[in-house]
C-alpha cells in the first residue's frame, strides 16, 4: 500500500514540478514560426494542384520527411514508448508492425500510385471503372479512416494536457482539444498541402531530434550499455520484472490473446498501404522516381526513430518505473514526458511537451487535407458536379470543408477524452487495410478487376470492420482484475461483445479480399482491356502521368 501511495506522490509531484508557463511558452513559439512558415508557402497557392498536391514541388527527401513527420503520430512517440515501458518486449511489437508496414507501401503501391499521376485514392480506383460509384465509395472509405485517426489525435492532445500543462479539469482538456483544431483549421485553410508539408517536416526533425537527444541522455547514465538499461527497467519493476525482456507479457497469456495479437499485426502491417493520408503524399513530388526515394527516406528516418523508442521505453521503465507511469495523468502515454523531466528537469519536459503538441497539430493537419481534397475532389467536383466544375470552385469547396471537419474533430475529440488512443489509431489501420488495400492492389495488379468487385471490397471491407470493432470487447464488457471497465462504456453491467478480439482485422481484411474476388465473378463485365493497359503502362513507367497532372 505505501509503495503505491508513493508512486502516486511521485506522479503528483513531476506533474507539478513541470513548470506549465514553459511550456506553453515553448509551444508558442513553435506555432508563431510554423505559422510564418505556411503564410509565405501559401502565397504560391494558385490552382487545384498547388493546393492538394503541393504543386508537386519536393524532392524525394523533402517528402520523405514529410511522410515520416505524418507517419510519427502521438500516438507512435508517445503510446509506443509507454507500451515498451509497461509491457516490455510485447510493447516493442508495435514499432516492428509499424516498419514493416512501409516495406508493403514500398514495394506494392507507391511508385504505382505516383504514376497514375492524380490527387487522391479514389483517382487510381476509379481509373478504368464507373467513376462515380467508386469515387463516392473510395471517399466515403477516405473520410472514415481520417475521422477516427483524427478523434485518436484530439483524444490524444486532451489527455497530455493533463500532464504537461497541469489542466486536470474536463473543461480545461476540452478547451485545449479546441485550441489544437483551430490552429490545424487555420494551418490547413491558408497553407494547403505545400504549408502542411513544412509543417510535417519541421515536426519531424523536431521529434527526430529530441528523441535522438533523450536516447543518448539515457545510454549515458547506463554506459551506452542497451543491456544494463534494460537490466534497470527489470530490476525497478520488481518481482516479475524479467517479463519485460521476453515475449508474452501483454499478448501471451492464452490463444486468444496470441489471436488478437495476430489480428492487431495483420491491421499494422497492411494498414499503412491503404492510409489516405500517406498515400496522397505520393503525389507532391515531381517523378516516379522521387517517390521511391521519399519512401526510402522514410524508412530511414522511420525505422532510426522506432529503434530510439526502444531505448525510450525501457529508459522510462528503469527511470520513472512502470508503477509511477500507469499513476499519472495520461496513464501509459505519460512515459515519454516522465522520461524528459527525470533526464532534464522542466526545460526538457517543457520541450518534449512542445515536440508531442506540434506531434498531433501536424498529424490532424494532414488528416484534414486529405479528408478535405476527397470530398472536395471525389465527391463534390466529380459525383455531385459531374466533373463539371472550375478548380477554383473545387478549392473552395475544400476549405469549407476543412473548416467541417474540424469542428467535427474538435466535438469528436472532446467526446473522445479519456477513451483508449491506441485503439482508435488501429481501428483507423484496420479500416484502412480492410476498405482501401484489397481495392488498391486489384485495381493496379488484376485485370478482370471490376466495378461491382471494388464496391464489394470497399463497402463489405468497411463494414465489416466497424460492426465487429462495435461487437468487440473495445466498445463494451471488458473488465479489469479491480473490476473496474476497461471498454469505452464505463458501465459493466452493458455487456454486447460478441466477437472476442479487440482488433478485427485477421476477420474484415480476408473478407474484403474475398468479397472483390466473388463481386468481380458476378458482376457485369465492364473493365476496359484498353484502360487496364493504359494503367499498366502508366503506372509501372509513369507515360502519360504528367499530361494527367496538366489536364487537371
Not at 116 to 137: C, E, H, I, N
Not at 261 to 274: K, M, R
Amino acid at each position: 500500500m505505501s509503495r503505491n501511495g508513493g508512486t502516486l506522490q511521485a506522479a503528483a509531484e513531476a506533474t507539478e514540478v513541470g513548470n506549465p508557463a514553459v511550456n506553453i511558452g515553448i509551444f508558442a513559439a513553435f506555432v508563431a514560426v510554423t505559422l510564418v512558415i505556411v503564410f509565405r508557402a501559401s502565397k504560391n497557392n494558385r490552382t487545384a494542384a498547388d493546393y492538394y498536391a503541393g504543386g508537386r514541388s519536393f524532392t524525394g527527401p523533402q517528402n520523405g520527411t514529410a511522410i515520416a513527420g505524418d507517419y510519427l503520430s502521438a500516438a507512435s512517440f508517445l503510446g509506443i514508448a509507454g507500451a515498451i515501458a509497461v509491457n516490455g518486449y510485447d510493447g516493442f511489437m508495435y514499432s516492428i508492425g509499424f516498419l514493416v508496414a512501409w516495406l508493403v507501401a514500398l514495394l506494392l503501391v507507391a511508385e504505382l500510385l505516383r504514376n497514375t499521376g492524380k490527387f487522391t485514392m479514389a483517382d487510381v480506383l476509379s481509373f478504368r471503372l464507373k467513376q462515380r460509384p467508386v469515387r463516392m465509395a473510395a471517399a466515403l472509405a477516405t473520410l472514415a479512416v481520417v475521422f477516427f485517426y483524427l478523434l485518436a489525435q484530439m483524444a490524444g492532445a486532451g489527455g497530455l494536457v493533463a500532464l504537461l500543462l497541469g489542466i486536470s479539469s474536463a473543461a480545461g482538456q476540452s478547451l485545449v482539444v479546441a485550441v489544437v483544431g483551430a490552429l490545424m483549421i487555420l494551418y490547413v485553410l491558408v497553407g494547403g498541402m505545400k504549408g502542411t508539408t513544412w509543417v510535417q517536416i519541421i515536426k519531424a526533425v523536431l521529434l527526430i531530434a529530441g528523441a535522438a537527444v533523450m536516447t543518448v541522455w539515457v545510454l549515458a547514465k547506463f554506459g551506452f550499455n542497451l543491456s544494463d538499461v534494460m537490466q534497470g527497467a527489470v530490476d525497478r519493476f520488481g518481482e516479475g520484472g524479467e517479463a519485460l525482456i521476453e515475449p508474452g507479457k501483454q499478448y501471451g497469456a492464452s490463444a486468444l490473446t496470441k489471436l488478437n495479437f495476430l489480428s492487431l499485426a495483420l491491421a499494422l502491417v497492411l494498414g499503412t498501404a491503404g492510409l489516405p493520408h500517406v498515400l496522397m503524399r505520393f503525389y507532391t513530388v515531381p517523378t516516379a522516381k522521387e517517390a521511391r526515394r521519399s519512401v526510402v527516406w522514410a524508412i530511414w528516418l522511420i525505422g532510426i526513430f522506432y529503434l530510439f523508442t526502444l531505448v525510450l521505453g525501457y529508459g522510462a521503465g528503469a527511470l520513472v518505473g512502470a508503477d509511477t507511469i500507469l499513476a499519472a495523468p495520461g496513464g501509459v502515454n505519460s512515459a515519454a514526458p516522465l522520461l524528459a523531466f527525470a533526464l532534464g528537469g522542466e526545460i526538457l519536459l517543457g520541450i518534449i511537451a512542445a515536440v508531442a503538441f506540434a506531434t498531433i497539430l501536424a498529424v490532424v493537419a494532414g488528416l484534414t487535407i486529405t479528408a478535405a481534397a476527397s470530398f472536395a475532389h471525389d465527391i463534390y467536383a466529380s459525383v455531385l458536379k459531374h466533373g463539371e466544375v472550375n478548380p477554383d470552385g473545387e478549392v473552395r469547396v475544400a476549405r469549407i470543408t476543412v473548416v467541417v471537419i474540424g469542428i467535427l474533430a474538435i466535438v469528436g475529440g472532446i467526446f473522445a477524452q479519456g477513451q483508449n488512443i491506441a485503439f482508435l489509431v488501429a481501428l483507423a489501420f484496420a479500416v484502412a487495410a480492410s476498405a482501401n488495400l484489397p481495392t488498391i492492389l486489384y485495381s493496379l495488379f488484376w485485370k478482370k478487376f471490376n466495378t461491382t468487385g471494388a464496391l464489394w471490397s470497399m463497402y463489405g471491407g468497411l463494414i465489416s470492420c466497424i460492426v465487429l470493432i462495435a461487437l468487440s470487447p473495445v466498445v463494451s464488457g471488458k473488465v479489469g482484475p479491480d473490476g473496474a471497465s476497461l471498454s469505452m462504456i464505463k458501465d459493466t453491467s452493458v455487456d454486447f461483445s460478441v466477437f472476442p478480439l479487440e482488433n478485427p482485422g485477421i476477420v474484415s481484411i480476408p473478407l474484403a479480399f474475398l468479397l472483390g474476388w466473388i463481386g468481380t465473378q458476378l458482376g457485369r463485365r465492364d473493365e476496359s482491356p484498353e484502360k487496364f493497359a493504359e494503367m499498366e503502362v502508366r503506372s509501372l513507367t509513369g507515360a502519360g502521368s504528367e499530361k494527367a497532372v496538366l489536364h487537371h
